[in-house]
């Protein structure tokens, strides 16, 4: 049977992706297993922390780009690690020199040790300065719509809310607010944080996000492998499911109806 299927791609600022879900580097037993697990999870944008990974910078020392190479992937610097706009315009500067101008990063700016929860205050400042700086800017926020909104507004290239709290795998936690920010959104919105199966990455597709951002869902798992293979289909089928548009919900109602039946 052939598929019918042919969705448009994912498009953050000047760049096209086929995948829709987004993934990190970070918490696997080795590098072997991270090439793995990005492989199976098909996607084309991989993210990593500047300021804990090696790209080169340190000789001798195992380097990322032997498994993640920048000619399959597409490579999104973040900030993870930063506490204040000063840390995190710095680091995305590093990144753009390590990586011969490159533009497009994730910016997060966290406001404590122990929730990892987005300093917004410290977000905006940030965003504010890198998008006047060249950048093109993925940014980790809070599901508030007034502030996806104003740093939509700065400029930045995609919104990216937490589902929930990072590696917590607790899921979308308040669905409604992230409704409010895909409606009033221009730019691609992205789950980013708190998925911790296949179900929920499926759901924040169903909501109508453009993208989910995992790692913890994936390195986490018993299989990490294969959890990369189920997240690759569920957000798929998650896409698909909102493409296609829900039946409405309602009271019960036969499958198939009593009228024309024989010997009725």
Not at 25 to 45: L, N, P, Q, R
Not at 94 to 102: K, N, S
Not at 109 to 129: C, H, I, Q, R, S
Not at 232 to 243: E, I, M, N, P, T
Request: glycine fraction near 8%; include cysteine; aromatic fraction near 4%.
């Amino acid at each position: 049977m052939t598929d019918i299927f042919q969705d448009s791609p994912l498009r953050v600022a000047d760049h096209a992706f086929s995948s829709r879900l987004l993934v990190g580097t970070g918490k696997y037993k080795d590098f072997d297993e991270t090439g793995e697990a990005i492989a199976a999870s098909g996607a084309d944008v991989v993210t990593f922390a500047v300021r804990r990974t090696n790209l080169g910078q340190e000789a001798g020392e195992p380097n990322l780009l032997d498994v993640v190479p920048p000619e399959r992937y597409t490579l999104l610097p973040n900030t993870a690690g930063c506490y204040n706009a000063k840390d995190a315009v710095r680091t995305c500067r590093l990144a753009r020199e390590l990586l011969d101008g490159h533009k497009l990063v994730k910016l997060e700016v966290l406001g404590d040790d122990n929730t990892l929860y987005p300093n917004v205050v410290e977000t905006l400042k940030a965003a504010e300065t890198l998008v006047a700086d060249g950048f093109d800017v993925m940014v980790y926020t809070s599901d508030d719509p007034i502030v996806a909104r104003e740093l939509e507004a700065i400029g930045c290239c995609a919104v990216m809310p937490l589902g929930s709290l990072i590696g917590s795998g607790h899921g979308i936690q308040n669905p409604h607010n992230v409704r409010l920010i895909i409606e009033q959104a221009k730019v691609p919105v992205l789950i980013d944080a708190g998925i911790g199966t296949a179900s929920e990455a499926a759901l924040a597709m169903e909501l109508g996000c453009d993208g989910v951002l995992m790692n913890s869902a994936i390195a986490h798992a018993r299989q990490p492998v294969l959890m990369a293979e189920a997240m690759k289909h569920a957000v798929q089928a998650g896409r698909q499911a909102f493409l296609a548009g829900r039946m409405p919900r309602r009271g019960a109602e036969a499958s198939s109806p009593f009228a024309g039946r024989i010997n009725a």
